[in-house]
């Protein structure tokens, strides 16, 4: 079964029987490269009930490995999810810092930058079915005096757009009907990143996290073309992955513009905003 249950309190949806036997393998780390895959369909196969309750770096979840690549990765992969980003995270929002979560999914990198420290997390998930897992994820770790989900998609300027969502691949939905993976069409509201950030009062943001499937252009040039430098993110965590959509290179203008690059992986840029 798979559901988007979010009735049943956390810990309700527990591992248990051949279910936590798999998971323990997971956890003696087995479950790496092709082999994740293996325990997925072996999962699959027997029955085993979803969505799962885990724990995971330190919080909760309840995940959905089905529909969402994410949720898949953190229950059967062995590895920590982008530990390359979050050791630059935990630096960036220790001590009470602002982090910005656009593209949140269900909430991985918002309460890890909550779990690190931070102050205040605005997280940004359009989707509805994934932003209720977002909401249930941080009420499981009661955070929600800190993070604060936001169900809207960002843009230049405010408007009802048009949500493709891919049964396949929550995460993978995305806005605008551009000939992608097939899926249903719904309508989400989207707002510029700079009002949003006049009206929720912040004034500085330490670390920025994007992953809109193409559209991190069209949402970072209105940003950086009406905000001042003062309010330019220092840590700035960008998924390249989806390049070939930009119709501007964000990466090239935020490198001639006053960041440098810091990092590098096969799916996101870590840039640093020099003094």
């Not at 396949?168 to 009002?195: F, K, Q, T």
């Not at 193409?214 to 905000?227: C, H, I, K, N, Q």
């Amino acid at each position: 079964m798979n559901n988007d249950d979010t009735t049943k309190p956390w810990g309700a949806l527990a591992p248990a029987g051949a279910a936590r036997v798999l998971l323990l393998l997971k956890q003696c780390g087995l479950a790496r490269g092709s082999a994740k895959k293996h325990l997925g369909r072996l999962w699959s196969r027997m029955g085993l009930g979803t969505p799962v309750d885990i724990r995971y770096a330190g919080l909760k979840f309840r995940v959905h490995p089905f529909d969402n690549t994410v949720e898949n990765k953190m229950l059967f992969g062995s590895k920590l999810r982008d530990e390359q980003e979050l050791n630059l995270l935990r630096r960036a929002v220790a001590g009470g810092g602002v982090f910005l979560d656009v593209g949140a999914n269900i909430g991985y990198y918002a309460l890890m930058a909550a779990h690190f420290g931070a102050g205040r997390v605005l997280a940004f998930e359009p989707n509805p079915r994934v932003y209720a897992r977002l909401r249930f994820n941080i009420a499981a770790n009661a955070l929600e005096d800190r993070v604060k989900p936001l169900q809207m998609a960002l843009g230049a300027e405010a408007a009802t757009m048009t949500m493709i969502v891919t049964e396949r691949d929550m995460g993978g939905s995305r806005i605008g009907n551009d000939g992608g993976e097939a899926g249903s069409a719904i309508s989400v509201e989207m707002a510029p990143l700079s009002e949003v950030l006049q009206d929720q009062q912040i004034d500085r943001v330490d670390a920025l996290k994007i992953d809109v499937e193409g559209m991190e252009d069209a949402v970072l040039f209105p940003f950086f073309e009406t905000s001042p430098r003062a309010l330019w993110p220092r840590l700035l965590i960008i998924e390249h992955t989806s390049q070939q959509s930009w119709k501007r290179d964000i990466l090239s203008w935020m490198l001639d513009s006053g960041y440098r690059e810091i990092e590098r992986n096969r799916s996101n840029a870590m840039l640093e905003l020099n003094p």
